[in-house]
């Protein structure tokens, strides 16, 4: 019996794709455009989320043997178009002297523009966990996304979402300060971002670079700031109630202390207590009789 050649790949092997490619265009196109496009029609995207698109040596290298494996999207502008999505590959592919790159051409209005390329951008494993954090956090700003909702959408957990999204509120003083002292931990960096109060923040960063402290060192010290900061939160929010102490000089039976729950007791109020207080003694005394 003659066997027959199958076709395709082995049954060992499943074709790889990039899954946020594939849903993003099955759901926001309903036939995706994807032709080359000539580099010089193309503009980058004034809302991208990288700060740096840091180095892109390997990448030109990649395209110079390979070529671009996975199209730009972009979006009409007129007789231009403009970048949504992939930035990296436009500016590679421009460096090496290319006239065209495969793109996809989308139709979206500027808010969705917007929402996609902050989206795909945070799915790429090379954005420092500053880009990402801030990344997060225009998600939220601009569409009112719970940590859920952005989970969701990028396929990560919850926790990690708000763990990063934390990393946010570093001042831009205090960033430059890490990433001169070259600390790229993640960890070290979230852990950071746990203390509320700026100064000492910047003293937690200062404690970690001088005495180059590991990442454990660092949870430690970071809960130590903490209470110190819950302590003099505590100290500050808690109110100072009005005290009455009367001690008698000739009577040494008895002192009395009344301790108000409002701060300030006029001597007016104070009499009026003490009458009532008589009042209720003296009332209480003859039903007891």
Excluded: W
Aim: proline fraction near 4%; glycine fraction near 4%; charge should be positive.
């Amino acid at each position: 019996m003659q066997k027959i050649k199958k076709s395709g790949l082995p049954e060992s092997l499943t074709m790889r794709h990039d899954p946020h490619f594939v849903e993003l265009i099955a759901s926001k196109s309903p036939g995706p455009r994807v032709r080359l496009i000539p580099i010089e029609k193309i503009d980058p995207n004034p809302r991208q989320a990288r700060s740096e698109l840091g180095n892109i040596q390997e990448l030109m290298d990649s395209i110079k043997n390979k070529g671009v494996l996975e199209p730009i999207l972009v979006r009409a502008k007129g007789e231009r178009f403009e970048i949504i999505a992939g930035e990296r590959r436009f500016v590679a592919s421009k460096n090496l002297g290319l006239k065209e790159i495969p793109c996809i051409e989308m139709d979206v209005e500027d808010q969705e523009a917007m929402e996609i390329s902050l989206i795909e951008n945070l799915q790429r494993k090379d954005l420092d966990i500053f880009e990402e954090a801030d990344g997060l956090k225009a998600l939220i700003n601009l569409y009112g996304y719970a940590h859920q909702e952005i989970a969701d959408k990028i396929g990560k957990a919850r926790s990690t979402i708000t763990e990063i999204i934390s990393v946010s509120r570093i001042p831009v003083h205090i960033r430059e300060k890490i990433k001169k002292a070259g600390i790229i931990s993640r960890s070290t960096i979230i852990e950071i971002a746990k203390i509320e109060d700026i100064e000492a923040m910047s003293r937690l960063v200062d404690q970690i670079i001088e005495r180059r402290l590991t990442r454990t060192d660092t949870r430690d010290l970071t809960k130590l700031f903490k209470e110190k900061e819950e302590t003099k939160a505590e100290n500050k929010e808690k109110p100072k109630y009005f005290v009455f102490n009367y001690v008698p000089k000739d009577d040494k039976t008895y002192k009395l202390r009344i301790e108000f729950k409002k701060q300030v007791v006029t001597r007016q109020e104070l009499i009026k207590i003490l009458e009532q207080i008589l009042e209720n003694l003296k009332a209480e005394s003859g039903r007891n009789k």
